[in-house]
């Protein structure tokens, strides 16, 4: 399902007829991968009739859109995939919510995911996992499996996710669809809910090239209330030739020979110049990564008391934390917290907080070195396909090394597009395109020669 298809018809059925059958078939069709939460059906009426009144000519009028559920909908459950905030009501918008609204997107329903964004296969989902739309005994990837999946399947054309360490970027690989993780700060996090600020970034998916292009147009900018947001420089959108393309060794040492022959025939067609590139650090990626991004988490995570927001349980108020947090957050979320107060604590902070955050420089520093050579960097969005639903569950280390090649970017705070390339074993393999920081545009310019 593409904007320009959902267009059409709107045209032909005129905006309430459209939605009245739309909401029956894509209730009914969810039903088979599970992919939403819940839909916000009275949202979804208010929006209508609030578009009668406003120009056609608006960039996505009545174009349904699935959000991530750690994205604030004013008026609407946010639950980020947790028990803890299952009765949660946002009272804001996020601005990127309030950009698509400005735009004319129908917000159709919140979409499942790991628990605040924590896994790779949505199985830390607090509700149910979501299921591959190509092979439903297998994970959609996570954490934004639910908005890549109902991509996936053709349910909305468009969905927002979020991306920590390879959360929309992984999720889009598995699911056959485009999903980009913007430079950091290029897109406001005002109204999505914190997992490790540093790293996290809002994003969009989209089945196609241009929806992709678009939504992501209207969602970037600086914003007052993110003080990390940046403007988009300007000279940065502007068309420039793309010369050199980057092949990481180390990305393709251990890959899997199929894989990395479907990835290296498909980049081999263009006629761009391929240099090898050596990105030393990144086999560190993973190990910096899990330090600094539990730090984070356990300060994010301090909010949820019982007494703030969503679920509460406990007689007074030590038991009130205690209670709370013990019942109604997860394994994972609770692994991670540990890990996290453990690496900030007097006395291992410098052995593994300090350490973590030399070596993120170093990584961004090796990216840089790269970018001296090449415009852009071709690299494996997964190390392997879509796995079995239960396949990695007891094994938390096997589940953080599927982002072995998503991790590294995200700690340089660079933009990556997963760019969905054919089928192996009929399941999606997805290529990740990395730009330097703000080269977005460039990214999507070399995304569509590999389209041809
Ligand atoms: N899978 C990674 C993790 O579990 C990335 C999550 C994310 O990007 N939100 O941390």
């Known amino acids: 399902m593409t904007i320009e298809e959902v267009k059409k018809e709107i045209e032909r059925e005129g905006l309430e007829k459209f939605y009245e059958n739309y909401l029956e078939w894509v209730k009914e069709k969810n039903k088979e991968i599970k992919g939403f939460l819940f839909f916000c059906e009275d949202l979804v009426k ?20 699935a959000i991530k559920d750690n994205i604030l909908v004013k008026g609407i459950k946010c639950t980020a995939g947790s028990k803890i905030l299952e009765n949660y009501i946002a009272t804001y918008d996020a601005t990127v919510i309030k950009k698509i609204k400005e735009s004319g997107a129908v917000i159709v329903g919140k979409t499942n995911m790991d628990e605040f964004a924590m896994g790779s296969s949505t199985e830390n989902s607090a509700y149910f996992p979501t299921l591959n739309p190509f092979d439903k005994s297998r994970v959609p990837g996570g954490s934004s499996g639910g908005s890549a999946a109902v991509v996936g399947a053709g349910l909305v054309p468009i969905a927002l996710g979020s991306d920590t360490g390879g959360s929309i970027r992984q999720p889009a690989s598995f699911c056959g669809v485009y999903g980009l993780k913007p430079t950091y700060g290029a897109v406001s996090r005002y109204g999505l809910i914190a997992m490790a600020s540093s790293l ?11 929806d992709l292009i678009l939504l992501f147009e209207i969602i970037k900018g600086k914003d007052n209330k ?18 050199s393309i980057g092949i990481p060794i180390e990305c393709f040492e251990n890959l899997d020979e199929k894989l990395k022959k479907l990835i290296l025939s498909k980049i081999k067609k263009i006629n761009i110049k391929i240099k090898e590139v050596s990105l030393k650090y990144i086999k560190y990626g993973i190990h910096c990564y899990y330090l600094i991004m539990p730090a984070e988490v356990s300060a994010n995570l301090a909010r949820y ?26 394994n994972e979320v609770k692994r991670r917290i540990i890990i996290g107060t453990f ?12 350490k973590a955050q030399k070596l993120r420089r170093a990584i961004y520093e090796d990216f840089q070195k790269a970018f001296k050579e090449v415009d852009l960097i071709i690299m494996p969005t997964s190390p392997s396909l879509p796995f079995k639903l239960g396949e990695k ?21 660079l933009p990556a597009l997963n760019v969905p390339i054919g089928f192996m074993n009929n399941l999606p393999v997805g290529l990740q395109i990395v730009g330097n920081l703000f080269d977005e545009y460039k990214i999507f310019e070399f995304a569509k020669f590999l389209k041809d």
């Not at 291992?348 to 907080?353: G, H, L, T, V």
């Open 343 to 354: 690496v900030l604590s007097h006395g291992y902070y410098e052995a593994y907080y300090l």
């Open 226 to 243: 993110d003080s990390t947001s940046l403007d988009f420089p300007k000279e940065k959108t502007i068309k420039k030739e793309i010369n």
């Open 200 to 210: 996290d970034q809002i994003g969009p998916i989209a089945s196609n090239l241009d």
């Open 305 to 330: 008391d019982g007494i703030r927001y969503g679920k509460r349980e406990g007689i007074d108020l030590w038991d009130i934390y205690k209670t709370t947090r013990r019942k109604y957050l997860g």
């Open 393 to 413: 569950t007891e094994n938390p280390l096997e589940m953080y090394l599927s982002d072995i090649f998503t991790v590294p970017i995200s700690l340089a705070g």
């Open 46 to 65: 208010e929006t209508i009739k609030e578009l009668k009144n406003k120009s056609k000519s608006l960039p996505l009028y009545g174009i349904p859109i």
